[in-house]
């Protein structure tokens, strides 16, 4: 049985974007089963969850007996797809090169820009840096040209590509850098609306909102830090 790592809660702008939900949508889409387990703050933090599980002490991680675990939720995203052979395309195709260019491309170019920009709407009163989101927003309208119309990043079908991009690009949507992108916004909906995404996400909620902040015991990891 497959096992995946995730939050026992976290606050609501955050809920549906934890990024286990990924790792959901991409069982859903393949048609795995799988089982969640909810991890709190000295969870993640202990040393046994980083030695054995993830070194950074966060989530996403993927077990499954009889395989080491895999954390990264872009590595899961792909491993699950190659290993189905679903929603990615076949070993030694153009294809399947464009999809890995597009998985690494949203988590290495397009999440840090998004984060830092949601770093400065969220957390900085200053006007430069408030304006230092433009180059952003230009970069995400060549996200739209790259797509050039087609349903899809890449081939004429769903990928993890699609997957991805869309997931990433819901900090955008909430910062609402989408807005002068309608286009693109009207795929991400699209893309969203799959039914293995919907179930991810709500079983994400669901679990989330079983929970408060104090299951996520914090002041136990401020307790050892003093200590
Ligand atoms: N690059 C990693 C990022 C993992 C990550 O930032 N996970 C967040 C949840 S979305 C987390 O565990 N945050 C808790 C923490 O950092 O303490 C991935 O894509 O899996």
Redesign the pocket.
């Given at each position: 049985m497959i096992t995946v790592t995730a939050?026992k809660w976290a606050p609501p702008f955050a809920a549906g974007q934890?990024?286990d939900h990924r790792v959901r949508w991409i069982l859903n889409e393949v048609g795995w089963p799988y089982q969640v387990r909810l991890v709190d703050a000295p969870t993640?933090k202990s040393a046994a969850y980083s030695r054995g599980l993830q070194p950074f002490?966060?989530?996403?991680v993927l077990e499954e007996e009889g395989r080491p675990p895999v954390?990264?939720?872009?590595a899961i995203v792909l491993d699950v797809a190659m290993r189905a052979g679903r929603c990615i395309a076949a070993e030694g195709t153009p294809e399947r090169a464009a999809a890995l260019q597009w998985v690494i491309a949203g988590?290495n170019s397009v999440e840090p820009m998004l984060f830092n920009v949601a770093e400065v709407e969220y957390f900085m009163d200053d006007e430069d840096a408030r304006r230092a989101r433009r180059p952003m927003v230009v970069g995400l309208a060549m996200l739209e040209s790259a797509r050039a119309g087609r349903d899809w990043f890449v081939g004429d079908g769903f990928t993890v590509a699609d997957l991805m991009l869309a997931s990433i690009l819901k900090v955008a949507d909430r910062l609402a850098l989408l807005d002068e992108l309608p286009a693109l916004a009207a795929w991400q909906r699209t893309i969203l609306a799959r039914p293995a995404h919907v179930r991810a996400e709500q079983d994400q909620r669901a679990d989330i909102a079983r929970h408060t902040v104090e299951d996520m015991r914090y002041d136990a990891l401020a307790s050892e830090a003093r200590t």
């Open positions: 939050m934890v990024r993640m002490g966060q989530l996403p954390f990264e939720s872009g988590l």
